[in-house]
């Protein structure tokens, strides 16, 4: 893409000064909003633009901001920016060195949601950009962009941000925001959804980084121009996220549809040191696993697209396998991840991950016997369904397809230890 | 006291959460706790009980289940480098290995002077700059991208100069 619309900043140096953001068309979209449009405008363009939440879900912005509770305030808006899906690593540099476009957009959703307070949820490891994000803010306050009486109307916004301390849980919309609460950050039963009683039981929007970010250009260049970019269904701009094995791992911002062998070959400069692919990870750990054959290479990266070859397209994070990595392996350093962060509210997944990670564990030591492989299978399929948020169904994703592509990888780490 | 020393600070994170809803700034003040004494300590635990009207199980319980937070001190600075799936696949594993045997401790461990400790740390977000680790000290968190030992060594060196001359 010529020119970048959510990683801006690859485009115009300094963009993250406000002044340079200014210069460059910055918080005009806002100005647009809050003096000439009613909040219902803004979500009907929302809607029209068919932006889907960047996080993971994929489920229609407007359509979620449209689920608000009427009538019932003080209303908030909370931005997901604890981004830990390992192999993201977007919201990261948006919020480095494109701040003021995520700002611009936190308020054009809090103005839609008819929210005076919005707050910021950055992984407490974002520590020293946290920090950086709150003289930002400052700076817009002075600039008169946010506080009271916004551009000489009523309406007022104030931003924080509020720092967590280290749990992928509460990236789960209802566990960030009984983190925000002060609690242990674990998802809550719904509904009641965060839109009818959220923060502090109030009507809440949580919308994840990048999925703000894309609104000030949806606002300023309109619905049918963002629709032009992607697939009919899965509209738009997104940045994907390029790791593992592969040459040149970062951010690329392409649109929607673009096919993986495009992002990985062409993009990502393929494979290192002559060796071949094996495996893609689409969304991270959270998803299935692909064998690298050429129908999945030419798949376009879509909401629709990668759930048809038996995948998830979540938040687009697409870590590369190569033919020297072993698949009991990586399952293992996965499963690893999901016991660790299992929040342990409920059983299926506390105890299911455990029990998954400690049958992996004796396969990688060589421990195991050919039988451990299938109760493995039947510890996995026995979470299926019955988790409480979507953790546990994550976890059991790169066992379950590890083993129906990969199982000869498997059978080969158990003879080794034999 | 925390609250005599960061009255300020304090004033203004309770600022940010409506006054029936104090019980939010609990994880901004147990960092303060920790950057102040290294760990969060009982008497800070009792304390920011007392400031936000819950129990001292309530603060406790936190430091089990949020990675960031210590009951008990550790290295003054704690090194944790990111070997989940995609550092691992760029050698993070084989690098926090070579780090702990030139420093001669072992993976969870703390130097002998109690300056430094490595750890190995779930995603930290940055897996397009493998091998990488954040600092943990008395200074809040910093990433440091693109390492190799020697790199890490010199910044360990650096470490501890500041130490000698803070």
């Known amino acids: ?418 | 006291m925390l609250a005599e020393k960061y009255s300020s600070e304090i004033e203004s994170i309770l600022a940010k959460y409506p006054d029936d809803r104090k019980r939010s700034a609990v994880l901004p003040l147990m960092y303060l706790a920790q950057c102040e004494y290294g760990s969060v300590t009982l008497e800070a635990m009792i304390e920011i009980a007392d400031l936000l009207d819950i129990d001292v199980t309530q603060v406790a319980s936190l430091i089990g289940f949020y990675t960031l937070l210590w009951d008990r001190p550790g290295g003054k600075y704690r090194i944790q480098i990111c070997t989940d799936l995609p550092c691992a696949l760029q050698g993070a594993e084989e690098f926090a290995h070579q780090l702990c045997e030139k420093l001669g401790i072992q993976l969870g461990g703390t130097t002998p002077d109690g300056m430094i400790s490595v750890e190995g740390v779930m995603c930290l977000a940055a897996c397009n700059g493998a091998p990488m680790f954040q600092v943990q000290g008395p200074d809040g968190i910093q990433y440091h991208e693109r390492q190799t030992v020697e790199s890490a060594l010199a910044l360990i060196d650096e470490l501890r100069k500041r130490d000698d001359s803070g």
């Open chain 1, 1 to 418: 893409m010529a020119d970048h619309i959510l990683l801006r900043h690859r485009d115009i140096p300094d963009l993250d000064q406000l002044e340079v953001y200014l210069e460059h068309g910055g918080f005009e979209a806002f100005k647009q909003a809050v003096t000439g449009m009613t909040p219902q405008e803004v979500i009907d363009v929302v809607k029209a633009s068919g932006l889907r939440g960047r996080g993971g879900a994929g489920f229609p912005a407007g359509v979620k901001w449209g689920f608000l509770a009427p009538g019932v305030f003080p209303r908030y808006v909370v931005a997901n920016a604890d981004e830990s899906e390992p192999g993201t690593f977007k919201d990261r540099e948006i919020l480095e060195r494109n701040p003021y476009q995520f700002l611009e957009g936190v308020a054009i959703c809090s103005y839609a949601a008819q929210a005076n307070t919005a707050y910021v949820y950055c992984r407490g490891e974002f520590w020293d950009l946290a920090h950086e994000l709150e003289h930002k803010i400052d700076a817009l306050h002075e600039a008169g962009l946010l506080g009271e009486g916004i551009f000489s109307t009523d309406y007022s916004l104030k931003i924080h941000i509020h720092l967590g301390a280290g749990a992928y849980i509460c990236g789960e919309e209802t566990a960030l925001l009984d983190s925000m609460e002060g609690k242990l950050g674990q998802p809550r039963l719904r509904p009641p959804f965060p839109a009818a009683q959220g923060l502090f039981a109030k009507p809440t929007v949580v919308n994840n980084v990048e999925t703000l970010t894309n609104l000030p250009p949806i606002l300023n260049r309109g619905a049918d121009w963002y629709r032009s970019i992607g697939t009919e269904k899965s509209a738009g701009p997104k940045v994907f996220c390029l790791s593992g094995c592969v040459a040149r791992p970062g951010n690329y911002e392409l649109p929607l549809g673009t096919p993986f062998r495009q992002l990985i070959f062409e993009h990502g400069g393929g494979i290192p040191g002559g060796r071949s692919i094996k495996a893609i990870l689409p969304a991270g750990a959270s998803a299935p696993l692909l064998p690298a054959t050429d129908e999945v290479l030419d798949t376009p990266m879509d909401y629709e697209s990668v759930p048809k070859i038996g995948s998830q397209l979540g938040s687009a994070s697409i870590i590369v396998i190569d033919e020297t990595v072993n698949i009991a392996w990586l399952v293992h350093k996965t499963t690893r991840f999901f016991e660790h962060e299992s929040c342990g509210k409920c059983t299926p997944c506390r105890e299911g991950t455990y029990w998954m990670h400690h049958l992996l564990q004796r396969i990688e030591r060589g421990e195991a016997d050919l039988e451990d492989i299938d109760l493995l299978e039947a510890v996995a399929r026995g979470m299926q369904g019955k988790c409480l948020c979507a953790l546990g169904e994550f976890a059991i994703m790169p066992v379950i397809s590890g083993i129906q592509h990969f199982r000869a990888d498997f059978e080969a780490r158990v003879r080794n230890g034999r």
